[in-house]
């Protein structure tokens, strides 16, 4: 239960918080957020403008159940709670939500797994195609009977269920004419996605998704951060779980898609950013989302992309450190 102390507070809204998130988090009111989605470094070297990301294991996985922590702490009781992780650190990112769970902290819903296949080309391995989702809800999930009718969480089941293949193939009277939810594996593939990065969400005899990781090449890629995610994958997080006027938080804003996705879909949004630069690029393409109401996007040109003369350092770019090592 949020404190007196707490109560007094007032979380902000519609804006990025530049600093470290856990001591950022620490500041504000419990139980204030309607829906969190985190997407950590996955400490495998990835170079960003305030972070290199490679820590010792077990300062990673300490740093990890701190910001998990101070996740579980502002997500209100009927509020959800998405985590996107690798798989260097999925096993000790389920373990602690085990723990939080037994706290009559967090409900743990799904296991998700995001099946994708751009962007691998390993020589002595086979391809990583997937990342791990974990789906969580808040404590009122212990004190009240889930049901469809009447769930303690948000769950707009409307808003992504699919024609099941009783209705589609088998003309079966008994199935649900409301179709039913997608699969635990979202299934994403750039064979299915149109030139210049429009993609194709799901279709109507579909219950797995169908779009890519970003390329360079699409215009939703805005090309100054390392890493950045499919709006896609993030609207059908926002739309399942929160309505509109719902505060979304991201504690690790990178590119702002979390944020811009939810204000696209008329939800207040708030995150941290410990880049002054990334969070100030951030806003902008939340600004113009809030403006235009559509997606922002970049051409080649304001990339600086050639097609047939790639860059000569391809994104993500790699710790120094550990392009040394693998030349020894």
């Not at 709670?81 to 769970?101: M, P, S």
Request: proline share 6%.
């Amino acid at each position: 239960m949020p404190s007196a102390t707490d109560a007094a507070k007032t979380i902000p809204r519609n804006t990025i918080a530049v600093g470290d998130c856990i001591r950022t988090m620490n500041r504000w009111p419990a139980g204030s957020v309607d829906l969190i989605f985190a997407d950590p470094p996955y400490n495998i070297g990835y170079k960003y403008d305030r972070y290199e990301d490679k820590r010792d294991d077990r300062e990673y996985i300490d740093w990890t159940l701190q910001w998990i922590d101070a996740c579980a702490r502002l997500l209100k009781p009927t509020g959800s709670f998405y985590i996107l992780i690798g798989d260097e650190y999925a096993a000790e990112t389920r373990v602690h939500l085990k723990e939080l769970e037994r706290d009559r902290k967090l409900v743990f819903r799904n296991w998700i797994i995001w099946h994708y296949t751009f962007g691998q080309n390993c020589k002595l391995k086979f391809n990583r195609s997937h990342a791990h989702l974990f789906y969580c809800v808040g404590a009122a999930a212990f004190d009240k009977k889930i049901t469809m009718s009447d769930p303690p969480f948000a769950f707009n089941r409307s808003e992504v269920a699919v024609p099941s293949a009783r209705q589609t193939t088998y003309a079966d009277a008994r199935a649900n004419p409301t179709g039913k939810l997608p699969d635990d594996t979202w299934y994403l593939r750039p064979q299915e996605v149109q030139a210049e990065g429009i993609e194709r969400y799901f279709q109507p005899e579909e219950d797995t998704w169908y779009l890519s990781r970003l390329c360079g090449t699409f215009k939703e890629r805005q090309g100054w951060h390392p890493c950045q995610l499919p709006e896609a994958l993030l609207e059908r997080i926002v739309k399942l779980s929160s309505h509109p006027g719902d505060l979304v938080f991201d504690p690790f804003v990178g590119s702002g898609t979390t944020l811009a996705v939810a204000a696209r879909l008329g939800r207040d949004w708030l995150g941290c950013e410990l880049s002054k630069e990334y969070a100030a690029k951030a806003k902008q393409r939340i600004k113009h989302v809030e403006k235009t109401g559509q997606t922002h996007q970049t051409t080649l040109n304001d990339k600086g992309i050639q097609r047939g003369k790639p860059k000569k350092k391809a994104e993500p770019h790699r710790s120094p450190h550990l392009r040394k090592k693998k030349r020894s």
